[in-house]
């Protein structure tokens, strides 16, 4: 027989075994260097892919980041080792971050501002070297009147450290790929540029036995052709580089300090949740926290995307990285590391930038076989005008010019920049976007649904009124006592501010709210509770707070002030006792100031716009027509909402919900579009698809401008993309384009790409029009 208690032990030993069992991430991401062009990340895509473990992989050329997502099989650490060992197994590398502090990401971000530093560097230095050397060798190649006899070997000795120096990173990359039975971007160049120094030099060398007479050298096409590349590419990365500006500037935004209460400077990582800290005017608050003392305008403007500073003062949650503007504050860390706001919108930026969007599989699925269809077309066309013609000079140069012009960059830029730059600008605007499907499902909404409560109005409720008329003085402060008593159990807004206004009055007043107990909330109705001294013989009695539906009979006078209320947009809720209402307590609640213009920004983004709420209808009402929306759906209940939503679905429309709460969670997730108030729960947050740190409900408005922005952005770098090829591929092969003119025009294709993505950072929106 088992030793008592054996049962629980064995089931305690269970549980600490299984919490020692490395937990299983939804996403692995490494950092990767060396990617040149999309069919570089489609190479690593695809090995990734095939790793043991993985359901799916997707690598990010603009933002250098590998994601992959377990299938549950593998731990995290042995994931990300196997992921490192495939990356480098392919030719390319995994930087190290350092993760010693918060979440890693200022760190990483970093290592990507040295990386970008060393590549633009390097292009430089490069193309610095080739533009001396070509200029020399096109002029001696194109201009008879400077030419000399032997002039070929002259440009032979200036055109070889082109060639083969000042492109050796394409050649590395070309027979990186190659080992691994690849090809990319590289692999063009190479073969290009290579070719033509091959054929010269054979050329050249084969005359002085006589042979290949008349047959032209091709060194000036392999230096130009290199000059122009690395031009291009030296342009594009820096370009690129400015892409991630704006999350980069949330990471260095934080102090690295902070002050104690003593004067103490301790480094920001060494804050933890309780330590208080001084912010002095003009200082950057070293982390999220709550003011304990003091008073200042803080501006926020780095986190919400609003230039006008907000007052806080004893009691107000103040964010990392804003700026105590006037005023000192003492502060007490609420959130350190990777849980305060600014590292989660890091990690979300990060994460949407990561995605991959439905829009890009077509344009993943050509670059696989991109590089390879080229190469055929280039050795077609060789052959063809060898053929036809049986000119092998201008046979080579066809050949040549299409290896050239194919180079896929802006076909790869074309989708992952622009998202880059478009989710750090909506980062700085205080929007975020969870991932790169949120910017395409803001194309087709229809229809834009309100939350009322905290999304169109303040969400901070007081209490108007509070009458109870059927009852005599005495009775009627014993009831309303004992109604803000059980609301003081609620966590409803509106419980809140019955509940404390009749507090304070209470304690003006040198008396105490009765104790109650048996709470329970009926949702949708209200809340019950047994209330100490209400009943007849001054026993218990059990007291119900609520809407109508709350109460089986409301007399007729209670009737007539709460419907006078509700006209002017006030919120009834009645008390009582058993099932008949003996008070009527009216809250309001604030319309936001800014909520009318956010109406008329919905409007002109096309949107027929809804107020949902579970108020009454004539509350409703009051506050639609004072911010300008026509239609109505009011009496609600919180589990109703996502119904509500899916009849709106079913009726042909797509529609985006805006809301705070937790109830507002499931409408949210069955939304087309969930948009959530950043000054909402968590909860609210985690169903949505769209995040605004504002409680400005323009910031919504803002929120679908920019991601329909950056979609049309998207949009028009793929066609232009696809149109350049599709144009300059059949060019090339018929010789109309020559080799060096093909060059030029690759590394314009990717500029015009990179210079449309980076228009995105310019976006200002409609809260910058006040």
């Known amino acids: ?62 933002t250098r980041r590998a994601t992959v997502r377990p299938d549950g099989t593998v731990t995290g650490e042995e994931l ?28 990483e971000h970093e290592a990507h501002m040295h990386a970008d530093a060393s590549r633009i560097a390097d292009y430089k230095r490069r193309f610095i070297v080739a533009a001396v050397l070509a200029v020399p060798t096109v002029l001696l190649s194109m201009v008879p009147a400077l030419q000399f006899e ?18 050796l990173p394409f050649h590395r990359s070309t027979v990186a790929s190659a080992r691994h039975r690849a090809t990319n971007m590289d692999t063009l160049v190479t073969l290009g540029t290579m070719a033509a120094w091959t054929w010269s030099t054979v050329v050249l ?58 004067g103490t400077e301790v480094p920001r990582d060494a804050l933890e949740v309780g330590t208080r800290f001084v912010v002095r005017p003009g200082e950057t608050i070293a982390t999220d926290g709550r003011v304990v003392e003091g008073e200042a305008s803080v501006d926020a403007s780095l986190v919400t995307g609003e230039s006008v500073p907000v007052r806080v003062e004893a009691g107000a949650e103040v964010v990392g990285g804003t700026i105590a503007a006037d005023g000192a504050l003492t502060v007490e860390a609420t959130r350190v590391g990777a849980e305060t706001m600014l590292a989660q919108i890091a990690r979300m930026v990060d994460e949407a930038q990561s995605g991959r969007a439905r829009v890009q599989r077509l344009a993943d699925r050509i670059s696989r076989i991109f590089v390879p269809v080229v190469i055929a077309v280039a050795a077609l066309t060789l052959v063809v005008w060898l053929a036809v013609t049986g000119d092998a000079n201008a046979a080579f140069t066809a050949a040549v010019a299409v290896l050239i012009i194919s180079c896929p960059c802006a076909l790869g830029l074309a989708t992952p920049l622009a998202i880059m730059v478009g989710t750090g600008r909506g980062a700085q605007l205080g929007v975020l976007v969870r991932g790169p499907e949120a910017l395409e499902d803001t194309r087709d909404v229809t229809t834009i649904v309100l939350d009322k409560t905290g999304t169109v109005t303040e969400g901070r409720m007081t209490l108007v009124s509070a009458a109870a008329p059927g009852l005599a003085p005495a009775d009627e402060a014993l009831l309303l006592d004992a109604a803000a008593a059980v609301e003081g159990r609620s966590e409803h807004p509106i419980a809140r501010a019955i509940h404390e206004a009749r507090a304070a009055d209470a304690e003006a007043g040198s008396r105490t709210l009765p104790r109650v107990k048996g709470f329970r909330s009926v949702a949708g109705h209200g809340v019950v509770a047994t209330v100490q001294g209400l009943g007849g013989d001054g026993g218990n009695a059990e007291v119900g707070v609520g809407s109508r539906r709350h109460f089986a009979s409301v007399p007729d006078e209670l009737e007539a002030l709460a419907a006078a209320a509700e006209s002017r947009g006030e919120t009834a809720v009645f008390a009582g006792r058993g099932s008949v209402a003996e008070a009527v307590l009216t809250v309001a609640d604030a319309v936001k ?123 028009g770098n793929l066609f232009w993309a696809f149109a350049y090829n599709t144009a300059a591929i059949p060019l090339a092969a018929l010789g109309i384009l020559n080799p060096m003119i093909a060059a030029a025009a690759m590394g314009g294709s990717s500029l015009f790409v990179v210079g449309n993505s980076l228009r995105l950072r310019s976006f200002a929106g409609y809260r910058s029009r006040s």
């Open 1 to 62: 027989m088992a030793a008592p208690g054996s049962a629980s032990q064995e089931r305690e030993a269970a549980v600490a075994s299984a919490a020692r069992v490395p937990a299983v991430p939804d996403a692995v991401t490494l950092p990767v260097e060396g990617m040149t062009c999309s069919s570089c990340a489609a190479t690593i895509q695809g090995g990734l892919s095939r790793l043991p473990g993985v359901e799916d992989a997707v690598v990010n050329y603009a």
């Open 80 to 107: 990300q080792a196997a992921m490192r060992e495939t990356v480098a197994g392919l030719g390319y590398s995994v930087p190290e971050i350092s993760h010693e502090h918060g979440d890693g990401h200022a760190s």
């Open 205 to 262: 060398v084969g005359g002085l036995f006589g042979g290949f007479a008349g047959a032209h050298v091709y060194y000036e096409t392999g230096a130009v052709i290199v000059a122009l590349i690395l031009l291009g590419k030296w342009m594009e990365v820096r370009s690129t580089a400015r892409a991630g500006d704006a999350i980069r500037a949330l990471s260095k935004r934080q102090s690295a300090t902070a002050r104690l209460e003593d």
């Open 150 to 167: 032997g002039w070929e070997w002259v440009v032979a000795v200036l055109a070889t450290p082109v060639i083969w120096w000042s492109a």
């Open 593 to 715: 100031p800014t909520s009318a213009s956010a109406i008329g920004a919905f409007r002109e983004l096309g949107l027929e716009v809804v107020l949902l709420t579970g108020d009454n209808a004539r509350a409703a009402r009051a506050v639609a027509d004072e911010v300008g929306i026509d239609r109505v759906i009011a009496d609600v209940l919180p589990g109703d909402k996502a119904d509500t939503i899916r009849s709106l679905q079913a009726g042909g429309s797509r529609v985006a919900m805006v809301g705070d709460g937790v109830n507002d969670a499931p409408a949210l997730a069955q939304a087309d579009l969930g948009i959530a108030v950043g000054t909402g729960t968590d909860v609210a947050r985690e169903a949505s698809d769209l995040t605004i740190v504002s409680g400005d409900l323009r910031a919504a408005a803002d929120a679908i401008a920019l991601s329909r922005r950056t979609l049309s952005t998207i949009r």
